[in-house]
C-alpha cells in the first residue's frame, strides 16, 4: 500500500533554499511540492487537485514549468489556508530570515500545517511567541522542528534534546556559535601562521560566500549569536524574555550604528567598514600582545541563568583558537558526561550544510506525518 501523499510548501529561494531545492530533488519519497515562493512571486500547484506538483530543482525550472498558477506576494495567512485545504498532511518550509512569517508559525500549526525551518526569528522572539508556536503545535496535531537554526546542519538542538529528554542536567553550554564570526576571526587573526587580510575585505569574503544573514550587520551586532543562545537556553529550560535581555557586544563601528536597515542601508555600511579596518586591527594587535587570539564567544550558566555574548582571548594552543573555516564548536557540560563536555564540531554556515539540517528536519516530519 503506498502511504499517503504529503504537501510542501517553501518559501525563500536564496542561499538556502536554493540548496534546499537541489536536496528535495534528490530526496527519496519526498513531499509534493505545491506552494514555492520568493519575496514578490508565488507558484502554487492548481487546486482542487494540487496537481501538477512543482518541479523542485530550482526556481528557474519550477517557474518556467506549464500548468502552475502565478501570483505576486502572498499573505501567511492565504499560504496557510491554501497548505490547509490540500487533501492531506501538509508542511511549510521556510527558507526566509523574515521575523513577520516567523510570528505567523501559530496560524500554519493551529490550521496542522507542520513547520521546517533554518529562520531564528521565530524561536527567539519574545518568548510569548516561543510559548505560542509549541501550544499552537499541540493544538493543531502539527510538527515543529528547526535544527538548522543552530549550527546550521550539525546535530545541535536534537543532542541538546535528547540529553534533556532522557533526564540529564545541562549546566553550561558554550562555544563557537556562529559561522561568519569563526570564519572572520579565523581568517583574520589565525592561531597559526599569520594574515594581512583587513577586516572589511574579510566581512565581504563572508558575505560572498553565503555564510552571513541576508543583512551582515546582524551577524556583526552579535544578534544571530544571541538568538542562538536564547534558543539553546530556552531548551535548556530557561525561559529567556528575548535574545537582548542579556549583554551583547556589537562589533559595528559606533559611527555606522544608525545606517539604515534596508537593502541601500547594508550597501552603505559594505562601502563604509573599510574606514574602520584600524578597531579590529588594534583588537587583534592587543590579543597577540598577550601571546593569544581573538575570538567571538558565548555562553549559558543554566544554574546562573546567565547568558555572555561577546569577545574573548584565547591561548593559541585551544579548540576555540584553532577553528578553521567557518566552523562552530559547541560543548554541552551536563551531570552525566562530567568534567569532559560532549562536543560537536563542524561547518556552521553555507547553503548546503544549513540545507542539509532542513532536509534531514523534513525527513524527520515526514516519516512521523505518514
Ligand atoms: N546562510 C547560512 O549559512 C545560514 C542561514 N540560516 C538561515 O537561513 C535563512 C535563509 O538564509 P539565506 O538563504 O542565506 O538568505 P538569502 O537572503 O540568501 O535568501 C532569503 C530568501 O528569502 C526570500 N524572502 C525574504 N522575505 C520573504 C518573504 N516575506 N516572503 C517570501 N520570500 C521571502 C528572498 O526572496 P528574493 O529571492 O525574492 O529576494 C530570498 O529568496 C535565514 O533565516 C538564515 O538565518 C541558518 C543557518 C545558516
Ligand atoms: N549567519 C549565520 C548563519 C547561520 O546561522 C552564521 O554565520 O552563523
Ligand atoms: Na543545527
Do not use: C
Not at 25 to 52: D, E, I, M
Not at 276 to 303: N, P
Request: net charge neutral; proline share 6%; no cysteine.
Amino acid at each position: 500500500m503506498s502511504a499517503s501523499p504529503i504537501y510542501l510548501g517553501v518559501v525563500g529561494v536564496g542561499g538556502v533554499g536554493t540548496a534546499f531545492l537541489s536536496q528535495l530533488a534528490r530526496l527519496p519519497n519526498a513531499p509534493k511540492l505545491v506552494l514555492l515562493a520568493r519575496s514578490s512571486q508565488t507558484l502554487l500547484a492548481p487546486t482542487p487537485a494540487y496537481s501538477p506538483a512543482i518541479p523542485a530543482a530550482d526556481w528557474a525550472t519550477a517557474a518556467a514549468a506549464p500548468s502552475l498558477n502565478k501570483a505576486g506576494a502572498l499573505s501567511a495567512e492565504e499560504i496557510a489556508t491554501y497548505l490547509a485545504s490540500a487533501p492531506g498532511r501538509a508542511i511549510l518550509v521556510d527558507n526566509t530570515s523574515d521575523i513577520n512569517l516567523a510570528r505567523q508559525y501559530p496560524t500554519f500549526l493551529k490550521k496542522g500545517v507542520s513547520i521546517v525551518t533554518p529562520n531564528k526569528k521565530g524561536f527567539s522572539d519574545d518568548l510569548s511567541l516561543w510559548k505560542d508556536i509549541f501550544a499552537s503545535a499541540a493544538e493543531g496535531k502539527a510538527l515543529v522542528y528547526h535544527e538548522s537554526t543552530v549550527g546550521a546542519g550539525l546535530p545541535v538542538l536534537s543532542t541538546l534534546k535528547d540529553l534533556v529528554a532522557t533526564g540529564d542536567e545541562v549546566t553550561r553550554i558554550e562555544g563557537v556559535f556562529s559561522g561568519t564570526l569563526s570564519f572572520l576571526f579565523n581568517t583574520f587573526a589565525p592561531a597559526s601562521g599569520s594574515s594581512s587580510a583587513q577586516w572589511s575585505a574579510v566581512v565581504a569574503q563572508a558575505k560572498e560566500l553565503g555564510y552571513t544573514e541576508p543583512d551582515p550587520r546582524d551577524d556583526l551586532n552579535g544578534m544571530d549569536v544571541a538568538r542562538k543562545l536564547t534558543i539553546l537556553a530556552r531548551l535548556a529550560g530557561l525561559e529567556i524574555s528575548r535574545p537582548d535581555s542579556f549583554p551583547i557586544e556589537s562589533l559595528i563601528p559606533a559611527e555606522l550604528a544608525s545606517l539604515p536597515s534596508s537593502a541601500d542601508g547594508i550597501t552603505q555600511f559594505m562601502n563604509r567598514l573599510p574606514d574602520f579596518d584600524a578597531e579590529m586591527a588594534t583588537v587583534k594587535a592587543t590579543a597577540e600582545k598577550q601571546g593569544k587570539v581573538v575570538r567571538y564567544v558565548g555562553s549559558i550558566d543554566v544554574a546562573a541563568k546567565a547568558v555572555k555574548v561577546g569577545l574573548q582571548y584565547f591561548d593559541k594552543d585551544t579548540a576555540i583558537a584553532g577553528l578553521k573555516g567557518s566552523d562552530n564548536i559547541i560543548s554541552f557540560y551536563t551531570k552525566r558526561y562530567g568534567a569532559n563536555p560532549l562536543i560537536v564540531q563542524g561547518a556552521g554556515a553555507g547553503g548546503d550544510v544549513t540545507a542539509m539540517g532542513v532536509s534531514a528536519d523534513l525527513l524527520k516530519v515526514v516519516e512521523r506525518l505518514r
